[in-house]
């Protein structure tokens, strides 16, 4: 590569690179509180649904319950005695425990408080009870 070529190429970067700015203050403090303000919703709504779902089943433990609320109540009960069951394992354990009851069906209780007894029967016949 000769002189003038050499010269062109960085006259053509340099170009570039002038007309790329770097983020101003403002843009950067943006950027910043977006992304705590992302990290913070990631870690506290899953708690904090959790929390309304508790307070709500422990307000109207008499409701009829949807199929995921009656999930969430047994998931919620046996949580308290085995803090570390996931609501994916619990959903399985329930619906295998009951079977071949399927949510709806007229002949069995779908309150929360139902969900709350069963989760215990099933800490006593399953398994021992952590806490509580």
């Keep these: 590569m000769d002189e003038s070529q050499e010269r062109n190429e960085i006259g053509w970067l ?34 904090t649904v959790e929390r309304i779902i508790s307070k709500r089943l422990k307000e109207s433990p008499d409701a ?25 394992e619990t959903s399985r354990w329930l619906w295998e425990y009951i079977q071949p009851t399927k949510h709806g069906d007229p002949d069995y ?10 989760a215990n029967s099933y800490a006593n016949e399953y398994g021992e009870i952590v806490n509580g």
């Design 64 to 88: 009829e319950l949807t199929k995921i609320g009656f999930e969430w109540a047994f998931y919620l009960s046996l949580r308290d005695m085995w803090p570390d069951v996931t609501m994916g």
């Design 14 to 47: 340099s170009r570039l690179m002038g007309s790329v700015k770097p983020p101003s203050f403002e843009q950067r403090i943006e950027g910043l509180v977006m992304e705590v303000a992302a990290k913070t919703i990631r870690e506290m709504l899953p708690s």
């Design 109 to 118: 209780d779908w309150r929360a408080q139902a969900a709350a007894e069963l």
